[in-house]
């Protein structure tokens, strides 16, 4: 079931990404319309113990190839009037939080800066970082995020999946659908095939509902 489950989310990447993201986080799914960047939603199995969770990350470049991230953290230098300003309107018992937030994640983690990135490795682990710390600690808390059983689309055969990892109970459209889900690929062609295959049945259904 893991696998078949996996083997599933392969085909959301393909098809109903903004109907996710439109249960979930409905800003982040307007983000996703611009034209002038290049998003990919991509859905993972997650969790040490069975069975296991989906979990989501959105990945987003701009036609430059290049994504900024403005923060206070970023602009503001400590020796700058903005700063003397930042701490007056924030307080100084927040703003001093802030400070100590930044000393300790330094000492943790060794790279939080991008003065701190010297090779490849770095910044991979500068960006990774990046993605997981909090938006109001100067990251871009872009991490992995769960999805719950209620946000899949009823109409995905990937609910009924996900159900019966969770309740043990097979419905009758997962009954009947297993055969063809279960079919092992003997190449990458047939691969490719069973992923289209599923896709198209979410389309369809979607089309359906429409």
């Known amino acids: 079931m893991t696998k078949l489950g996996a083997f599933e989310l ?8 903004h109907d996710i993201l439109k249960r979930v986080c409905p800003l982040e799914a307007e983000l996703l319309k611009d034209p002038t960047l290049t998003c990919r939603v991509r859905f993972r199995l997650a969790g040490s113990d069975f069975p296991p969770f989906v979990v989501f990350k959105i990945f987003c470049k701009s036609r430059d190839q290049n994504t900024h991230y403005i923060t206070g953290k970023s602009v503001i230098t400590a020796t700058s009037e903005a700063a003397v300003d930042a701490c007056k309107l924030m307080g100084y018992r927040t703003y001093y939080n802030q400070i100590l937030q930044d000393e300790l994640q330094h000492k943790k ?12 490795r770095d910044h991979v682990q500068y960006s990774n970082l990046m993605d997981e ?9 872009n991490c992995w995020r769960r999805l719950s059983l209620h946000d ?10 996900m159900d019966y990892a969770q309740s043990g109970k097979l419905s009758s459209r997962l009954r009947m659908e297993l055969p063809f889900l279960l079919l092992r690929p003997q190449n990458e062609e047939t691969c490719l095939l069973l992923v289209k295959s599923n896709t198209l049945m979410c389309c369809d259904t979607q089309f359906e509902k429409l």
Do not use: K, N
């Not at 392969?10 to 990404?17: A, E, P, V």
């Open 10 to 17: 392969l085909g959301w990447q393909y098809c109903i990404t």
């Open 109 to 120: 983690y060794g790279i939080t800066e991008e003065l701190d990135v010297a090779t490849i």
């Open 133 to 141: 710390v909090p938006a109001y600690y100067g990251g871009r808390h």
């Open 152 to 161: 899949f689309p009823r109409s995905m055969i990937v609910y009924d999946i």
